[in-house]
Structure formats: structure tokens, C-alpha cells
T-cell receptor
Framework: DAGITQSPRYKITETGRQVTLMCHQTWSHSYMFWYRQDLGHGLRLIYYSAAADITDKGEVPDGYVVSRSKTENFPLTLESATRSQTSVYFC??????????????FGDGTRLSIL | DQQVKQNSPSLSVQEGRISILNCDYTNSMFDYFLWYKKYPAEGPTFLISISSIKDKNEDGRFTVFLNKSAKHLSLHIVPSQPGDSAVYFCAASDTGGFKTIFGAGTRLFVKA
């Protein structure tokens, strides 16, 4: 089915561990984004990508690493997880357009708990 | 420094009445505004948008109003239905950038 899928949906890990959240979209959208959702903060941009091999930092990039070797995949890695990174993570995409005037399509999120 | 603010964390409305959700922004460079709706355990979904060259955009029961001088926009839902109960996020972006800034969200409860 066409769409954007995130995996896993739920993850529990310990501080100091490395964890990777996966995001896959089937639309061949150019732009992809990673957000975290925390109470009182709404959605905050972690990293985004305008195309394969092009990534840039968002509002809260510290502690995260991304890559985009293929257009359809945009994994997010926490290299050494901390409790402050406990959150719900959303991946999103939108097609090529003028600037950012395109609604984004979101995955259903990954709920990550770091103990 | 929150560039997009939704000052009401929650709103409760009776079925059939109007729901009005408000949003304020501080960055005058924003020229495109969106509303997203989010149900529990799902990702946000796009609801309606408005360009800064307009002051109103309507789609069925949903209307967004933009007041540029006040840097304020609002989402009106008429009539409200129980299925509208969700979290609504206001978002803003500028044409030259690639980032969308989201508000903290307003949780709407529509009582039957």
C-alpha cells in the first residue's frame, strides 16, 4: 500500500544504547522530516532532508543522526539514548514544490521509552 | 521562543455548536498556514490551509481565517461533531524555507 510507515511502533530501551527508528515512504516524495512530540511543545523538527544524500538540522538535532541513501528511506538514530529523548517520534514527507508550501504526510509514530 | 502559539490546551464544545480554535504567530515572514488534526495513536493529518494573500479559506464544515495585522489565525468548525474530537495543530511556514513550525496543539472535545 502506498504511504509512509514507521517502525517499530513501540520501543523500550536503556540509557546509553543506540536505537534506530525507521521511516519508509512509497510516494517518492523529495522531502522527508523527523519530529518529536512532547507535551506542551507540539511537534519539533529534529532533522529534514530535501533529497537523497541531502540532510539538514532542524530545531532540536542534538543527540540524533540521520541518513538518506535512498529517496524512500530516512532512518533516525539515537547514538547514545538519554531519558530526555523519551518521546513520540513522527516521520513525514511531502512532494517537491515551491519552498515548503505543501502539506506534509505523517506516519503513525514511534513511541520510544528510555529507561 | 515559540513562534507559533496555541494558548488554549483544550476546548470543550457541545455537538452541533461552533468550535473556534485560535493560533498566534510572531514571525512576519510566515506566509503559509496549515491546520492538522491528530487522533490518538495516529499521525497528524492535514486538514486545511491558507496562504497569506487570503484572509479566509473554507472547506465544508471547516473555515480558516487569517488576520495578518494581528498575526492571528483561527479554525472554525460548524457544526461540530463528536468525530471532530482530536488534537488540532496550527502550523506555519515561509515560502523560502523548508521548515514548518508547529504550535503545541489544542485538544478539542465535542460532547454528544
Amino acid at each position: 500500500d502506498a504511504g509512509i510507515t514507521q517502525s517499530p511502533r513501540y520501543k523500550i530501551t536503556e540509557t546509553g544504547r543506540q536505537v534506530t527508528l525507521m521511516c519508509h515512504q512509497t510516494w517518492s516524495h523529495s522531502y522527508m522530516f523527523w519530529y518529536r512530540q512532547d507535551l506542551g511543545h507540539g511537534l519539533r523538527l529534529i532533522y529534514y532532508s530535501a533529497a537523497a544524500d541531502i540532510t539538514d538540522k532542524g530545531e532540536v538535532p542534538d543527540g540524533y543522526v540521520v541518513s538518506r541513501s535512498k529517496t524512500e528511506n530516512f532512518p533516525l538514530t539515537l547514538e547514545s539514548a538519554t531519558r530526555s529523548q523519551t518521546s513520540v517520534y513522527f516521520c513525514a514527507s511531502h512532494p517537491t514544490g515551491t519552498g515548503n508550501n505543501q502539506p506534509q504526510h505523517f506516519g503513525d509514530g514511534t513511541r520510544l521509552s528510555i529507561l | 521562543d515559540q513562534q507559533v502559539k496555541q494558548n488554549s490546551p483544550s476546548l470543550s464544545v457541545q455537538e452541533g455548536r461552533i468550535s473556534i480554535l485560535n493560533c498566534d504567530y510572531t514571525n512576519s515572514m510566515f506566509d503559509y498556514f496549515l491546520w492538522y488534526k491528530k487522533y490518538p495513536a495516529e499521525g497528524p493529518t492535514f486538514l486545511i490551509s491558507i496562504s497569506s494573500i487570503k484572509d479566509k479559506n473554507e472547506d465544508g464544515r471547516f473555515t480558516v481565517f487569517l488576520n495578518k495585522s494581528a498575526k492571528h489565525l483561527s479554525l472554525h468548525i460548524v457544526p461540530s461533531q463528536p468525530g471532530d474530537s482530536a488534537v488540532y495543530f496550527c502550523a506555519a511556514s515561509d515560502t523560502g524555507g523548508f521548515k514548518t513550525i508547529f504550535g503545541a496543539g489544542t485538544r478539542l472535545f465535542v460532547k454528544a
